[in-house]
């Protein structure tokens, strides 16, 4: 079932980009790794995708939104099981499975349609 609006998407978007690329350091494998360099490239790509995204705090509004939320669905995946499709487990695994999980969640959770678009459709139906 979906349930988070666009916009909460969106502000969920640029705060976990922060926190992927805070979480090195906030959790203790900011070593110069392989767990570091993921976490840092699925903050960077979070962060991108949400500017790029159409949806109220996109800022060039080039990737549709189903788009946006096929590309978080796959890298969440892909950091959840990056420790251990990388091989690095014993340097950390719990920020990126937990991390990787909750993106997978949030574009599950998520309306395929823009706040806004949703708003006209139903006016138009009125």
Request: a negative charge; charged letters at 10%.
């Amino acid at each position: 079932m979906r349930f988070l609006s666009s916009r909460t998407h969106g502000v969920l978007d640029y705060l976990t980009g922060i926190l992927f690329l805070a979480s090195p350091w906030l959790f203790g494998f900011h070593g110069g790794g392989l767990a570091q360099t993921t976490m840092l490239v699925a903050g960077a790509v979070l962060l991108l995708t949400a500017l790029l995204t159409d949806y109220e705090l996109g800022v060039a509004r080039l990737l549709p939104l189903r788009l946006h939320l096929g590309l978080d669905l796959l890298a969440g995946l892909a950091l959840a099981a990056s420790p251990w499709v990388l091989g690095f487990t014993a340097e950390a695994w719990t920020p990126h499975l937990v991390l990787g999980a909750f993106e997978v969640l949030a574009s599950l959770a998520t309306h395929t349609v823009p706040d806004r678009l949703r708003a006209q459709e139903a006016a138009h139906h009125a």
